[in-house]
């Protein structure tokens, strides 16, 4: 496989990764403005920091959709890019103190402040059922009825 062909294949693997993530619901947040905004809101957030690697295409992404078949949900879903939108997925970041970064990741904000993670090490090697109801268990405890 020649540069350009490599180029293209990772465009559309990118591409595809962001529209399944868009798919299940989440807004995608490409500036630090929109972050800024998003985490902003009052009520809770999940934000997933989406990545090409394998374990967010074959966990993450799964778990981030087929956790809100659940009674209580985050207010909002919102995703950073790691490695594509890099300010974005900073200034996201500066928002999880106490965390060090990693991608694929789940964060919940609730009002603004960071209140639990799911770290890259929660998730790669993990069955996607067992991320799901870490998430579930946090929603649980932080997030309102639906």
Do not use: W
Not at 34 to 54: D, H, R, Y
């Amino acid at each position: 496989m020649n540069n350009i062909d490599f180029n293209l294949f990772m465009n559309d693997a990118v591409l595809q990764a962001r529209q399944e993530i868009a798919n299940a619901g989440y807004t995608e947040l490409k500036t630090t403005e929109e972050v800024e905004a998003a985490l902003a809101k009052q009520g809770t957030t999940l934000v997933m920091i989406n990545s090409i690697c394998g374990c967010a295409g074959g966990i993450a992404r799964p778990a981030a959709n087929h956790s809100l078949h659940y009674d209580k949900r985050p207010d909002h879903l919102v995703t950073v890019f790691a490695g594509q939108d890099k300010e974005a997925t900073e200034k996201a970041r500066s928002y999880f103190t106490g965390y060090a970064p990693s991608s694929p990741s789940f964060a919940l904000l609730k009002d603004g402040k960071i209140v639990t993670m799911i770290e890259r090490h929660e998730i790669e090697g993990h069955e996607p059922m067992a991320v799901i109801q870490k998430l579930q268990q946090a929603f649980e405890q932080y997030c309102e009825e639906v």
